[in-house]
C-alpha cells in the first residue's frame, strides 16, 4: 500500500478563524498565469467564523443575487461561491483589484438586496431548470442578512476593523 503524504496547503485551513472579525473583505492571494494574467481571490466574510451562519436558503438566494449583482458593477468576476461554512463566499476576480475596491462593490450589492425594491424578481437562476436547488432560496432572509451584514459594516481588513 502506498504511504499518503500528507499536505495542508489551502490557504484558508491557514487562517486562524478565531482572529478574524466579520464582517470584511480579504485578499487572500493574487496569482499569475503563464501569459502574464492575473487572477485575485478574496475571502468575503459575512458572519463570524464558529459563532454563527446563514441558513442556506438564504445563502443560496444571496450567491445567485450577487452573481448578477456584482458583474452589473465590476468587470471581470470569475466566481463568488459560498463557504460550506456558511459564513461567506469566495471571490475570484480576473485582474488585480483590493480589498476596498471589491468591498465597496460587496456594500452596493448587499444594498440593493436589502432595498424595498428587491423581490423574488430579481434573483435570477431561481427556476428547476437553471438551479440544482431551487426550492431552497429565502428572498426574506437574503434580505434580512444582507441588513445585518450592512449594519455590521463591511471592513477591508480581517483582523481590525476598518470600516469602509
Known amino acids: 500500500m502506498a504511504e499518503t503524504k500528507k499536505i495542508n ?3 484558508s485551513f491557514q487562517l486562524d478563524h478565531t482572529k478574524v472579525l466579520a464582517p470584511y473583505v480579504r485578499l487572500i492571494n493574487i496569482e499569475k498565469g503563464p501569459h502574464g494574467d492575473s487572477i485575485t481571490n478574496f475571502d468575503v466574510r459575512f458572519v ?4 454563527n451562519v446563514i441558513g442556506m436558503a438564504a445563502l443560496h438566494t444571496i ?3 450577487m452573481a448578477s449583482l456584482i458583474r452589473n458593477r465590476i468587470d471581470g468576476m470569475i466566481d463568488f461561491s459560498p463557504f460550506g461554512c456558511q459564513t461567506g463566499f469566495h471571490m ?5 483589484h483590493s480589498s476596498a475596491e471589491i468591498a465597496q462593490v460587496i456594500k452596493a450589492s448587499l ?3 436589502a432595498s424595498d425594491a428587491f423581490d423574488w424578481e430579481q434573483v435570477p437562476g431561481v427556476a428547476e431548470k437553471e438551479c440544482g436547488n431551487y426550492k431552497n432560496h429565502s428572498v426574506f432572509g437574503a434580505k434580512e442578512w444582507a441588513k ?3 449594519a455590521e459594516g463591511i471592513s477591508i481588513d480581517a483582523f481590525e476593523r476598518k470600516v469602509i
Open 63 to 65: 450567491e445567485h443575487s
Open 92 to 96: 475570484i476576480m480576473w485582474g488585480e
Open 111 to 113: 444594498e440593493e438586496i
Open 48 to 51: 463570524q467564523p464558529n459563532r
Open 148 to 150: 445585518k451584514i450592512l
Open 9 to 11: 496547503n489551502v490557504e
